[in-house]
């Protein structure tokens, strides 16, 4: 869908922004673009849009040269988000969401029908629709530029660090919400950041760039984790790049364990171990400590902290931190509904990771 033919950008002063660079982009992934800052990555994205034009060399979509492009229609069709949203102050939220299609010659009602839409979508309350970009929070906002950027229905869509200014909590929410609609929509996402654990999490490929614009590797995650190209890459996913790769290693073949629980709102009698507090719905709340008093009926106030949840079949990154986070030394288990499945610990998660080591004949490090 995209593709990169020998791109070069120098300024006026000399400065070498993007070096020679040819990369493809598979139509229907996200492909990420990350490294340091001042390593082209951005300049890198926004000739696909012609916002910056290349020095020499050919920048492709479907197949089309973009310099064959008007850059008014050619940025219409390709969807772009940026960080903090960029949204228009004075327009309401369904107003902004509607700017495109309405550029594109729909009638207002019918933009706004779509933006109504798009906001369900990207899991925003219809309500919002008549607040103004002021009275959102950041996270609202960011879901907002995505809603935008999908208003026309686009093949391509940009996205310029578009969570790197919402705190963590929230970000990891957006990077969710991306997943769940690249699933639904099949786009061609090219995505920047800094941050290897976001590349890594949102991408099927993950191009690494350094200083001067230099492509220095263009991999899957987990082969990127497993075998850095040179020193810079090795240096710049990390140390701890082994636990990264966990996010790649299936964990069908743990078993959990049963393990004492009790029910939030019940009488409860002291004992000499960790009990799991559930609520009515079978799902977890938090740990009652060994030898603790419970006067009258458990509230969840009395409940330690339970760590980390595990989703069973999901990575074996998830289960250590959930054995490691967790008070009692037990990772809880879930399953799809949030419903205690049974508790693991972290000699159960690097057993298996052992087993995957002996079966693929390589370590995870």
């Known amino acids: 869908m995209i593709e990169f033919q020998a791109v070069r950008k120098q300024y006026d002063n000399g400065t070498v922004a993007v070096q020679e660079l040819s990369l493809s982009v598979e139509a229907g992934t996200i492909t990420v673009l990350v490294g340091p800052s001042g390593c082209g990555k951005t300049t890198l994205m926004r000739m696909v849009n012609r916002m910056i034009e290349p020095s020499s060399g050919t920048v492709l979509v479907g197949g089309e040269d973009v310099r064959r492009r008007d850059p008014a229609q050619l940025r219409r069709g390709i969807g772009y988000v940026i960080q903090q949203?960029?949204?228009?102050?004075?327009?309401?939220v369904l107003d902004n969401v509607a700017t495109v299609p309405v550029l594109d010659g729909r009638s207002k009602q019918e933009a706004r029908r779509r933006a109504s839409e798009l906001l369900e979508l990207v899991g925003l309350p219809q309500e919002l629709g008549n607040r103004y970009p002021a009275q959102l929070s950041g996270g609202q906002q960011q879901r907002v530029g995505v809603a935008r950027a999908l208003a026309a229905d686009p093949p391509v869509l940009l996205m310029d660090e578009p969570f790197s200014a919402v705190d963590p909590v929230v970000r990891e929410g957006l990077q969710d919400e991306l997943l769940r609609l690249q699933d639904e929509l099949d786009k061609?996402?090219?995505?920047?950041?800094?941050?290897?654990?976001?590349?890594?999490?949102?991408?099927?490929?993950?191009?690494?760039?350094?200083?001067?614009?230099?492509l220095v590797q263009y991999a899957a995650p987990d082969d990127l984790l497993a075998e850095p190209a040179d020193d810079f890459v090795t240096t710049f996913v990390g140390k701890d790049r082994g636990y990264r790769r966990l996010s790649f290693v299936d964990s069908h073949g743990l078993d959990p364990k049963p393990v004492a629980t009790v029910e939030v709102g019940a009488r409860v009698a002291p004992e000499q171990r960790w009990r799991l507090a559930l609520d009515g719905d079978g799902r977890p709340r938090g740990w009652l400590p060994p030898g603790?008093?419970?006067?009258?009926?458990?509230?969840?106030?009395?409940?330690?902290?339970?760590?980390?949840?595990?989703?069973?079949?999901?990575?074996?990154?998830?289960?250590?931190?959930?054995a490691l986070s967790a008070p009692s030394g037990l990772g809880v288990v879930v399953d799809g509904d949030g419903q205690y499945v049974g508790v693991i610990t972290a000699d159960h998660v690097l057993g298996l990771i052992e087993q995957h080591r002996r079966a693929d004949g390589e370590g995870l490090t």
Request: hydrophobic content about 40%; proline content about 3%; aromatic content about 4%.
């Open 85 to 92: 949203a960029g949204l228009f102050p004075h327009r309401n």
């Open 188 to 214: 061609t996402v090219l995505f920047v950041t800094h941050d290897i654990d976001e590349a890594v999490k949102l991408g099927e490929k993950v191009a690494v760039l350094r200083q001067g614009g230099y």
């Open 292 to 322: 603790s008093t419970v006067d009258g009926e458990l509230t969840e106030a009395q409940l330690v902290a339970g760590g980390s949840l595990h989703t069973r079949h999901t990575p074996l990154r998830g289960a250590l931190d959930a």
